[in-house]
């Protein structure tokens, strides 16, 4: 393959009432200004099953308290990143089964946080005008019976927005 890929891996939690998904306004990388799930990279050496639970209550102030993996996928597009000129996103799905808190709609600071906040947002909001594929892979989940398709995706085009959607 020719073609110059930056590769980024997380860990993402899907958090949902069967109508609503849980999703963080984001504020970085290729997804910011749109709707994304909560969750991402690992540090150095940790268990992906920490991260998940570490990263959601980061980005939302929720305490996870058990999760079951759903399976891993990537999504692939174009996108022009310091010397790269398409990402692969490898993600790993987590379904989030029992939390207790509730989502704040803003969160701290700090180096690192891609995260202003959280929402429950309706499926039917969903749309690849508003949220990363990851969202949109959740609504696929949920939409298909909960059956996760580990499928990889392509996007030919992807657009970095420029506005806030939320």
């Given amino acids: 393959m020719s073609k110059k890929f930056h590769k980024s891996f997380g860990v993402y939690g899907v958090i949902t009432d069967g109508k609503k998904l849980v999703v963080i306004k984001k504020n970085g990388g290729p997804y910011i ?73 803003k969160v701290g600071q700090f180096s690192g946080q891609d995260s202003l906040g959280a929402v429950k947002i309706e499926l039917s909001e969903v749309s690849i005008e508003n949220s990363s594929p990851l969202v949109l892979k959740a609504k696929e989940y949920i939409e298909n019976g909960m059956i996760f398709n580990v499928a990889d995706q392509y996007f030919d085009t992807w657009n970095v927005l420029d506005e806030p959607v939320f």
């Fill in 33 to 105: 200004n749109r709707f994304d799930l909560p969750g991402g990279s690992l540090d150095d050496g940790e268990p992906l099953d920490n991260a998940i639970k570490r990263e959601i209550q980061e980005e939302t102030h929720i305490k996870v308290e058990q999760v079951k993996q759903l399976g891993t996928t990537s999504f692939r597009f174009p996108w022009r990143y310091e010397n790269w000129q398409f990402n692969q996103h490898i993600c790993v799905f987590y379904k989030v089964e029992q939390f207790s808190g509730e989502i704040a709609n």
